[in-house]
């Protein structure tokens, strides 16, 4: 569905990005591992279309995008969690999931209640200010305005990041059933070895910008993974 070859990335005079090739199918996690400032997060802003890349080929559903914005990114359908949530702290939790409409026909413009079935507690504070949930709370509303666009791709930089280990468990189970429904693609960014292992389907690790490792899952030991991972750490 998403798909992109050979892709590089520079920020100023420094190259962030050296070739990387990344997939992202239908029913399947891709697992995005590596380090703090290996460039994870660029790559993710590179595939939402919030920074345009230095080479490379970015295809959905086969056509070739060119220079996609973010906004030709979303209306396609493409969903993007940032690193941080980037919810809005003066809005309530209402007004911050409507903000996932803009992407969006009129007819398509309401909530669906499976989001309220995902995440209960949005529905209990749907009129408190963003600002005034818990970082775990506030994860769970941005996976909640991403999923109002309808996404096809939805893209996840480190939803774990901060969140007590429940509601990690509760954003597992979340992602686990949009995959097995089998017409959403995800890409995750993820830090947290176990949780990744446990929902990926394949796995790209970036070293300074490179892929150092890659493939599914059935091709790949998970101590190999996790030692490669380790070791780049204590490094």
Known sequence: MLDATNLT??????????GIDIAAQPGSVTCVMGNNGV???????????????????????????GRASAQMMARLGVGYVPQGRAIFPMLTVSENMETGFACLPRSDRAIPDEIFDSFPVLAEMANRRGGDLSGGQQQQLAIARALITRPRVL?????TEGIQP???????RVIAALR???DMAIVLVEQYFDFA??????????????AVAQGPKSALRREDLHARLAGHAAA
């Open 197 to 210: 292992w446990d929902l990926g389907d394949a796995f790209l690790v970036l070293e300074r910008g490179r």
């Open 9 to 18: 990335l520079h920020y100023g005079g420094s190259q962030i990005l050296h």
């Open 39 to 65: 460039g994870k997060t660029s790559l993710m802003n590179l595939l939402a279309g919030r920074h345009p890349r230095s080479g490379g080929t970015l295809r959905f559903d086969g056509r070739d995008l």
């Open 180 to 182: 097995d429904r089998g």
């Open 166 to 172: 429940n509601i990690i468990a509760q954003i597992g």
């Open 155 to 159: 893209l996840l930089d480190e939803p």
